[in-house]
């Protein structure tokens, strides 16, 4: 038989048993937002370590990431557009960026970059990029071969191929270093136990 006495006691109840659930639901709603935010996050491009450039997927549980240590020559030849980024200069900052997310410490990969064939008008001075592609695009491969520059990475071009594509040494970014040839770079970074990678 149900009593007064019961029906006290369960309504006394029936505020905590409220309390808990809408406690139980706030908790859910912050997990699944937390988990809604992670999501959002792994579908972002990050930039760790050159801005604006080369942008990367975190990705865990992966293997094979950069290795601290590792010393790589990228040998860039790579066409581009007037008006847009050279893809293999790209993949320069890409790495840089893989190594940060890695956790490698700045410093600890070594990279350097030597530019030859279609690459060089990607390498050259607004005036002359002006001139070689006969169009009013801003050369954005100033900014990102400054970045590459600004983060710690030695950029080298063929001497011969400005030569041989009749541009003038001065017509070259400040921040890219002349050297005697592309081959020669190559070859002595290979002597030297580096791995030479080629983007395309």
Same mark, same amino acid.
């Given at each position: 038989?149900?009593? /007064?006495?019961?029906?006290? @006691? $369960?309504? &006394?109840?029936? +505020?905590?048993? #409220?309390?808990?659930?809408?406690?139980? =639901?706030?908790?859910?709603?912050?997990?699944?937002?937390?988990?809604?935010?992670?999501?959002?996050?792994?579908?972002?491009?990050?930039?760790?370590?050159?801005?604006?450039?080369?942008?990367?997927?975190?990705?865990?549980?992966?293997?094979?990431?950069?290795?601290?240590?590792?010393?790589?020559?990228?040998?860039?030849?790579?066409?581009?557009?007037?008006?847009?980024?050279?893809?293999?200069?790209?993949?320069?900052? /890409?790495?840089?960026?893989? @190594? $940060?997310? &890695?956790?490698? +410490?700045?410093? #600890?990969?070594?990279?350097?970059?030597? =530019?030859?064939?279609?690459?060089?008008?990607?390498?050259?001075?607004?005036?002359?990029?002006?001139?070689?592609?006969?169009?009013?695009?801003?050369?954005?491969?100033?900014?990102?071969?400054?970045?590459?520059?600004?983060?710690?990475?030695?950029?080298?071009?063929?001497?011969?191929?400005?030569?041989?594509?009749?541009?003038?040494?001065?017509?070259?970014?400040?921040?890219?270093?002349?050297?005697?040839?592309?081959?020669?770079?190559?070859?002595?970074?290979?002597? &030297?136990?580096?791995?030479?990678?080629?983007?395309?």
């Amino acid at each position: 038989m149900i009593t /007064r006495r019961h029906l006290m @006691a $369960a309504s &006394a109840t029936l +505020p905590l048993l #409220a309390e808990a659930q809408a406690a139980e =639901i706030a908790a859910n709603a912050e997990i699944a937002a937390n988990a809604e935010i992670a999501a959002n996050a792994a579908d972002e491009l990050q930039f760790p370590r050159v801005a604006g450039y080369g942008g990367v997927f975190p990705i865990d549980g992966i293997a094979e990431p950069p290795l601290p240590g590792t010393k790589v020559l990228f040998d860039v030849t790579t066409e581009a557009k007037p008006g847009e980024l050279n893809k293999g200069l790209e993949v320069v900052a /890409r790495f840089l960026n893989l @190594a $940060a997310l &890695a956790g490698v +410490p700045n410093g #600890a990969v070594t990279v350097e970059v030597v =530019i030859h064939g279609a690459t060089v008008i990607s390498s050259l001075k607004q005036a002359a990029y002006a001139a070689k592609t006969g169009s009013d695009a801003v050369n954005p491969n100033e900014k990102l071969i400054a970045a590459l520059a600004a983060a710690g990475v030695p950029v080298w071009i063929c001497s011969q191929a400005v030569r041989r594509q009749k541009f003038a040494l001065n017509d070259i970014q400040p921040t890219i270093r002349p050297a005697t040839s592309a081959m020669a770079v190559s070859i002595s970074r290979q002597q &030297a136990g580096w791995a030479v990678l080629l983007p395309h």
